[in-house]
């Protein structure tokens, strides 16, 4: 993990700092914090941070060609319920099956070109966007739905624990995509995915059956 803050400031015996010593080292800094937040952050908007790392003063938003996938993960109340009866050791249990679980998730997306633009309660949300790739909208298509086949061939019916799985139901949506920030109460922003792709996503994820991509 990157170290931020350490070479930049410096003190004297005085306990001065010397702004000359951040100033100098300001444009590694700034690399090195675009670098640790594009970890946190889809790619879409690190790409944003690095056209103007000025945070917005109102709405913005892009419109692009996308596919977009919905992945409902079915089981985990029951697995936390589960686990919430061993106390802190069943909280620790959760930690490591999730930061499992969803590290296969993860590593598979991002294997198939996509970009997780977010966790919803027991989903995940991603892109294949046309500008991250310079592809055509069929091919990333294309590459969303052999995501959400692997996914079903490596992930469905996981099993935790003894007596519990895990079971997936996936959606697809593809077509014209608008990527946003909105809000900016108490500078606060949300950045979203909307458009109709959006919507035949989540109608796709509903109608899905476990193991199935719809």
């Given at each position: ?5 350490i070479?930049?400031?410096s003190a ?10 951040y ?30 790392p ?14 977009v996938l919905?992945?409902?993960i079915?089981?985990f ?89 895990l ?20 500078k ?19 109608l ?7």
């Open positions: 993990m990157p170290k931020f803050g070479p930049a400031f004297n015996i005085e306990g001065v700092y010397r702004v000359t010593d100033k100098n080292s300001s444009t590694a800094f700034m690399s090195d914090l675009l670098n640790y937040l594009a970890t946190y952050v889809p790619w879409l908007m690190a790409r944003r941070f690095a056209n103007d000025t945070p917005p003063a109102a709405p913005q938003a892009d419109d692009f060609r996308a596919a919905f992945v409902d079915s089981g109340t029951r697995l936390a319920q589960k686990l919430a009866e061993e106390g802190t050791d069943g909280a620790e249990k959760l930690t490591r099956i999730l930061n499992d679980y969803f590290g296969q998730l993860i590593n598979i997306i991002t294997l198939h070109g996509g970009d997780v633009v977010k966790f919803a309660g027991d989903g995940l949300q991603a892109v294949w966007s046309t500008i991250a790739t310079g592809e055509d909208l069929e091919i990333v298509t294309l590459r969303a739905a052999h995501c959400g086949l692997t996914v079903q061939k490596q992930l469905q019916n996981y099993q935790p624990t003894d007596g519990t799985r079971s997936l139901r996936i959606g697809i949506g593809a077509g014209d995509v608008i990527a946003g920030n909105v809000g900016g109460v108490l606060r922003w949300e950045f979203l995915l909307a458009g109709q792709p959006i919507g035949q996503m989540n109608e796709a994820s509903e899905a059956l476990p193991g199935q991509v719809v």
